[in-house]
């Protein structure tokens, strides 16, 4: 069994990798985060304390500041993280994506619109969901299938913009490694997906044996799948396979898309498992 030093030390590089240097500062044995990125305005920091018996015994000690935040709703955010530790589990990513969700809805509240939370209009929505002309034949996607599988197995979660570009996460089960470039035949079916700048992918299954399978690709946009991979394994995901869609805008968003990929992917994890 870990130790509680060795259960930290990995929770924070796990953290390190999903979120991304634009986001995370380690110090030591704490870690600060800040939404939606260090050098953004305004923001929301929270800053997490892990004390010797953590996460045996006792919770992480969370510091959350804003300059657009009342201390009453800081407080009340410290209390809501409090009710989540369950003594024995890691909780640094559950924390610090529930502050994230936070954020967006207070910031788009008096702003009218968070980065990375920006959802496409329905129509286009509807557009990129339901293109299906395949860009080698001319046939619908949805109605071709491969060993089995079709459009509709897959689970597609909301466009999310970020100065123009967009991110799309698709998530599926899947039960052998062989199904992963099935999924992708599927995927690549639909001429938007196909026409993505980067459709980047991990995955992680289990054999019938119990030994466990992982990777990613990054399809161009480098250190991209190992935060996907990182991230289906903070989330204890197994037998699930997602590709996040990317279409370039025309402007540059430098690290913040590492954020804007990973966020895509996980509210569609989400959505999709709690569907089952």
Not at 30 to 51: A, Q
Not at 56 to 65: L, R, V
Not at 224 to 240: E, I, P, Y
Request: glycine share 6%.
């Amino acid at each position: 069994m870990e130790s509680n030093v060795e259960l930290q030390q990995d929770e924070i590089l796990a953290l390190q990798s999903i979120f991304g240097d634009e986001v995370v500062e380690s110090v030591e044995e704490s870690i600060c985060l800040t939404f939606p990125h260090i050098d953004s305005s305004p923001f929301i920091r929270i800053v997490l304390y892990f004390p010797a018996e953590y996460p045996s015994h006792e919770p992480p000690i969370a510091e959350i500041s804003s300059p657009i935040l009342d201390e009453s709703v800081i407080a009340s955010m410290g209390a809501k993280l409090h009710d989540m530790f369950v003594p024995g589990q890691v909780v640094g990513f559950e924390w610090l994506a529930w502050v994230q969700e936070e954020w967006d809805t207070v910031y788009s509240k008096k702003h009218g619109a968070s980065e990375c939370r920006e959802l496409v209009q329905d129509d286009d929505r509807h557009t990129c969901m339901q293109s299906s002309g395949d860009n080698r034949n001319g046939k619908e996607a949805s109605s071709r299938t491969v060993n089995g599988l079709s459009w509709d197995d897959i689970y597609h979660g909301d466009i999310l913009v970020e100065k123009k570009s967009k991110f799309q996460a698709h998530v599926a089960s899947i039960s052998s490694v062989n199904q992963v470039e099935d999924i992708m035949d599927v995927l690549l079916q639909n001429t938007k997906v196909f026409n993505a700048t980067h459709n980047i992918m991990a995955y992680r299954v289990e054999s019938d044996r119990g030994n466990l399978h992982q990777d990613f690709d990054d399809d161009g946009e480098s250190a991209a799948g190992k935060r996907l991979l990182h991230l289906l394994q903070v989330m204890d995901q197994h037998n699930l396979i997602v590709v996040v869609s990317r279409w370039f805008g025309g402007i540059k968003l430098g690290p913040s898309r590492f954020a804007c990929i990973n966020n895509a992917a996980r509210i569609a994890i989400e959505e999709y498992t709690s569907s089952k």
